[in-house]
Nanobody, 123 residues
């Protein structure tokens, strides 16, 4: 199970960096890692994905060009750098690991969600 952290209250246009850490001996380098978010009153949606081996990254159209996902292998941590935040980005953000392709993670239903982190973008 993964734990997301780093959320907070920011103003529109500001930045935040979220972190995703695995519990136990899970080596995140062996998984594709996706970020999802769930805004108040809305369904959870896929945001971005980093492929196994860090070969490629994928982003939802709504965050393309503003968000960037990366990994620090030494820290076994995946990051989501969020720039030029908008009020529509307000949500609880979650990360998920899976031994599959990012294209599959985008639409797969997951149930064992770890701790999310709340991002609030408001002036």
């Amino acid at each position: 199970q993964l734990q997301a952290s780093g959320g907070g209250l920011v103003q529109p246009g500001e930045s935040l960096r979220l972190s995703c850490v695995a519990s136990g001996s899970t080596n995140l380098d062996s998984y594709a890692i996706s970020w999802f978010r769930q805004a108040p009153g809305k369904e959870r949606e896929w945001v971005s994905c980093l492929t196994r081996g860090d070969f490629d990254t994928y982003y939802a159209d709504s965050v393309q060009g503003r968000f960037a996902v990366s990994k620090d292998i030494a820290k076994n941590t995946v990051y989501l750098q969020m720039n030029r935040l908008e009020s529509e980005d307000t949500a609880v953000y979650y990360c998920m690991a899976d031994r599959t392709f990012c294209t599959i993670m985008k639409t797969r239903s997951y149930h064992d969600w770890g701790q999310g982190t709340l991002v609030t973008v408001s002036s």
